[in-house]
């Protein structure tokens, strides 16, 4: 072989292995590791091979064509195949020396392209070529770039010149068609998919191809097409193979040169690293005609397995308020690449004496995802730890810690004043921050605060002023919370006289600015009867005691008419009328439409009020919807009862009106909506004409049995007896027949009038005594009325009520920040002490917990029922009664399995929707209905995002109404259990925003 011929060789084998691959790396580089210049060329589906060979030599073959010819052969592959393309070269028998550079062209992707070594005599070369994995298929041409490639020739080496005198024959390159399977990598444990596409240039309506697998590595969970149409595939886990079948469903959409479909396998959790091949076995390959393809190959794939990742945890950070006796939040976001789930994941705190960490110490017991911050704490730093650990797969990952928060400081407090409804002046100001256990210094009057017709008396707790009083100079002990004080107003109360005008004396009483008096005993005067009492001397103006009311020094004056003269000369002493005309008041007016018919019999008094009906109802037609109807009986009675018609109640009813009958012992206000007269009617039997019923409103005192009765029932609760009980009751009749109205759908009140005197620091509550003698709480406010104390009972039931005096203070509440509202609680028998006279504020309550005490806040009867609604509840089980009234109220529902886990415990966004239907029954959800302000509020706690959705409306309501106000950290915490001291709390604000305490 020529020298020149061996050094063009050498040239061209170093220009290759040391100019143009690395070059072509370098590039690949530069556009990045996942996109090779080999994909970018491909796009284009034109690469030139520009690989040229010099050659020169004499010809001296024997038998040759008349010119030099250069032929490429044609060839076929498959994508992914090395193949090579043959160049040869005939020459001429003219005894003439040539020199040739060959320049080939072709649009076949590839992935690499080299020559080989050319045979001795320079006439036969081969090039290798990698055809691209995702050529498409078909005939590429290959042929000679003529505009670059040249050839010399001449009778010396010296003397050769260039010739355009040459032939040339162009090859083929045929990409046969295939079906290839993907490559992927993935961990054990963890999800893969793999496509599977096709190269066919031709268009495909049908397919059906079978994938083997080991299943004992990998399990099938889903098959994708990538294209519409109906697909179908089957997995056939005894052969271990994956069946695929689409057909394009009759449709114009024919699939080109792609993806055919896409499958998912989860890798078993204990595979061992290494790779599975996934092959591919056509059955059918169908064109747009729906005949069958042949020649089609099929290109094996395969999964590259990875050892099972551990877990790990991300953003591992402390949320809360770095104080003692705050609870601190370790917080973090657990991931796992093969999505295993969580299981039981490890936690530690750790304590140290400054923000570098110096002496970290594990804290002993510490190791749930909160801490509660001890007095140890105080000045340290605080770290929160955690180990993630996965329930299947790599169990545990490493552990993380979060930075230091810190230095821990004490809470302080502060005494704010409240000004409780003062019309000038203004409240004191204390600038001091208390620590818990430490003790104020209550401030006066300072800013000379003034109500109109009230005086100042110092300080109390509440804003009803039933709290204990706090004067200037006093000492106010701290808690672990904010104190308020509000001022105390003292009502001016002013003498009321009376002037009887030769009659019998009548003493004096005293009377609160802007109250009612009671009528007082009437006074004689012998020869006359008395005619009431009048404002003035010159006896013009009446004195009425339904409706006037003490604003200032009062004297009234008694009027007189002389009785006519008998035939004996006597004069005749009057006795007590049994009957006496009665003014009712529609909406605050007076109209003389009823008698009272007293009698006494066996030494009760009982009043009976009798209406003009046909006149109250010609005077109702005349009135606006929404009132009152008030039937004000000032008879000291045992027994007061009024009847009406059905006819008249209809007419109430559709006023809209509350029927309230007054009496010197108590007041009845009963919704006339509330008297379901068609339901009264089906009681009463049937055939009962409505128009026909009677309905009949009664307070009376008890009967010296039922007396007793309720005092031993009182005395057994440990509870002491303030005033006398009284009986409400509402009984519907038709002839001989009656039935009572024991229950109400909602609130109605009634009051009970507490004798002059009464100590208001020892009036607690109101109970309901049912004829079982069971005592239970009702919702019940006291008020100050005509210099008497007045208990306002709020109930769903007619029954025998009583106020009671039972002061409970918690010895484990003492210093809690929750101590009014677990001892108000307490008073008032909605929650029950553990042992030892102890409450546990900060045990989590469980779901059975919770229902007893809503239910005993609201007042609710228990339902003693001898079958149980859920599965798990014992009919006889202490909570069954509560479950079972909840239940009927829509407070509580159970599970859909049937279970009311009783036991469970609650957590605060559980409670809330609990307390969401109380609010509905209490009226006080009407007044807060969800709105964005209050979605936008919710929103303002750094934590809302962990409000479940189903209890978002819930809590937005009730931090609308301010029951929920957050904890100090600005947090909701609607994951974590409610505790008794928080559900003392939430239910006396309940009852407080309610208007029912």
Not at 299 to 308: A, M, P
Not at 968 to 997: C, F, G, H, M, W
Request: hydrophobic residues 35%; charged residues 20%.
């Amino acid at each position: 072989m020529p020298p020149f011929f061996c050094f063009h060789s050498l040239v061209y084998y170093l220009l290759i292995n040391m100019v143009y691959n690395p070059l072509i790396q370098a590039i690949e580089r530069m556009i990045g590791e996942d996109y090779n210049l080999n994909k970018l060329l491909r796009k284009s589906l034109s690469i030139i091979m520009a690989l040229s060979l010099v050659l020169s030599f004499s010809s001296v073959a024997a038998a040759a064509p008349g010119k030099i010819k250069f032929k490429l052969w044609s060839i076929e592959g498959r994508p992914g195949q090395s193949i090579h393309v043959t160049l040869t070269v005939d020459l001429p028998a003219d005894n003439l020396f040539y020199e040739y550079t060959p320049y080939v062209d072709s649009s076949v992707p590839i992935t690499e392209a080299y020559w080989g070594q050319w045979e001795d005599d320079g006439t036969r070369v081969q090039m290798s070529i990698r055809i691209a994995e995702d050529a498409p298929s078909g005939d590429y041409p290959m042929y000679f770039d003529l505009d670059n490639m040249w050839v010399k020739k001449g009778t010396t080496r010296e003397n050769v010149a260039f010739t355009t005198d040459y032939d040339t024959e162009d090859g083929v390159i045929t990409v046969k068609k295939q079906v290839s399977v993907g490559h992927t990598s993935g961990s054990a444990g963890g999800y893969v998919e793999v496509p599977v596409s096709t190269n066919s240039t031709e268009p495909i309506s049908a397919y059906k191809i079978k994938i083997p697998y080991d299943s004992s590595v990998l399990e099938v969970v889903d098959v994708t097409a990538a294209e519409e149409g109906m697909i179908y595939y089957e997995d056939e886990e005894e052969d271990d193979v994956l069946v695929v079948e689409w057909n394009n469903n009759d449709s114009s959409v024919l699939l080109t040169n792609r993806e055919l479909f896409k499958m998912k396998f989860k890798i078993n959790g204990d595979t061992p690293s290494g790779q599975q091949g996934l092959p591919a076995y056509i059955y059918t390959f169908s064109d747009e005609f729906g005949e069958q393809l042949s020649g089609v190959d099929s290109q094996i794939g395969y999964i590259t397995i990875t050892e099972n990742q551990p877990p790990s945890a991300g953003n591992v950070n402390v949320i809360g308020t770095p104080q003692i006796g705050e609870t601190l939040h370790g917080n973090y976001s657990y991931l796992d690449a093969e999505f295993d789930e969580e299981g039981v994941s490890t936690y530690q705190w750790y304590r140290a004496n400054n923000a570098a960490g110096a002496g970290e110490q594990p804290i002993a017991g510490a190791d749930a995802k909160t801490y509660v911050l001890q007095s140890g704490d105080k000045d340290k730093y605080i770290r929160f730890e955690v180990t993630p650990i996965a329930i299947t797969g790599a169990g545990a990952g490493t552990p993380v810690k979060s930075a230091w928060t810190g230095p821990i400081g004490v809470p302080t407090y502060q005494v704010l004043y409240e000004a409780n409804g003062a019309t000038q002046g203004d409240v004191p100001v204390d600038t001091t921050a208390y620590e818990t256990g430490q003790e104020a210094t209550v401030l006066g009057n300072t800013g000379n605060l003034v109500k109109t017709e009230h005086t100042f008396g110092g300080w109390t707790t509440d804003e009803a002023n039933l709290g204990t009083i706090y004067m200037a100079g006093d000492s106010l002990p701290i808690e672990s919370m904010h104190r308020t004080l509000y001022a105390k107003w003292v009502v001016n109360r002013y003498p009321v006289s009376f002037h009887s005008n030769g009659g019998s004396a009548v003493p004096s009483v005293t009377a609160d600015y802007n109250s009612l008096i009671a009528e007082p005993q009437r006074p004689t005067r012998s020869g006359y009867s008395f005619n009431g009492w009048y404002k003035n001397e010159e006896l013009t103006e009446r004195w009425t005691f339904t409706s006037d009311k003490v604003v200032a020094n009062t004297m009234l004056y008694a009027k007189w008419s002389p009785n006519s003269q008998g035939g004996g000369g006597g004069v005749p002493t009057p006795s007590e009328p049994s009957e006496q005309s009665l003014s009712l008041l529609i909406n605050g007016r007076g109209e003389s439409l009823a008698k009272a018919d007293t009698k006494t019999e066996n030494g009760r008094k009982t009043t009976v009020v009798s209406i003009d009906e046909a006149k109250l109802e010609s005077e109702l037609n005349e009135e606006k919807a929404g009132g009152t109807l008030t039937v004000p009986v000032a008879v000291l009675s045992d027994s007061v009862m009024m009847e009406l018609k059905a006819s008249t109640v209809k007419a109430l009813q559709h006023k809209d009106m509350v029927i309230e009958l007054q009496t010197p012992s108590g007041t009845y206000s009963l919704p006339a909506s509330h008297i379901d007269l068609a339901a009264l009617s089906e009681r009463l039997g049937s055939n009962v004409p409505t128009e026909e019923i009677k309905v009949r409103l009664k307070i009376a005192k008890t009967s010296e049995d039922q007396e007793k009765a309720v005092q031993d029932a009182i005395a057994k609760e440990g509870l002491t007896l303030v005033g006398e009980p009284l009986e409400f009751t509402v009984e519907v009749s038709y002839g001989d027949r009656s039935a009572e109205i024991e229950s109400f759908s909602s609130y109605v009140e009634r009051s009970i009038v507490l004798p002059g005197g009464t100590d208001a620091y020892r009036i607690t509550t109101g109970v309901a005594i049912d004829p079982d003698g069971t005592v239970r709480h009702v919702p019940t406010k006291i008020i100050a009325e005509n210099g008497k104390h007045r208990a306002i009972i709020n109930s769903l039931t007619n029954s025998t009520y009583a106020v009671v005096w039972h002061p409970v203070s918690f010895a484990d509440a003492a210093r809690h920040w929750a101590k009014d509202a677990v001892n108000e609680m307490g008073s008032r028998l909605i929650i029950s002490g553990i042992e030892n006279n102890q409450i546990k504020p900060d045990l989590a309550v469980s779901r059975a917990e919770f229902t007893a005490i809503i239910v005993s806040a609201l007042g609710f009867k228990s339902t003693n029922e001898a079958v149980s609604s859920y599965s798990d509840v014992s009919a006889s089980a202490w909570f069954s009664g509560a479950i079972e009234s909840a239940k009927s109220y829509h407070l509580v529902g159970g599970f859909e399995d049937g279970t009311f886990r009783p036991s469970q415990e609650l957590t605060r966004e559980q409670a809330v929707v609990i307390l969401m239907n109380a609010m509905e029954l209490t009226g006080l959800k009407q007044k807060h209905s969800l709105s964005s302000d209050a979605m936008q509020r919710l929103d303002s706690f750094t934590d809302t995002q962990e409000v479940s959705e189903w209890a978002r409306e819930a809590m937005a309501i009730a931090v609308e109404a301010k029951l929920v106000t957050g904890h100090k950290d600005n947090r909701l915490a609607p994951q974590s259990y409610i505790t008794r001291a928080e559900v003392a709390t939430i239910i006396r604000r309940l009852l407080e925003q309610s208007n029912l305490i």
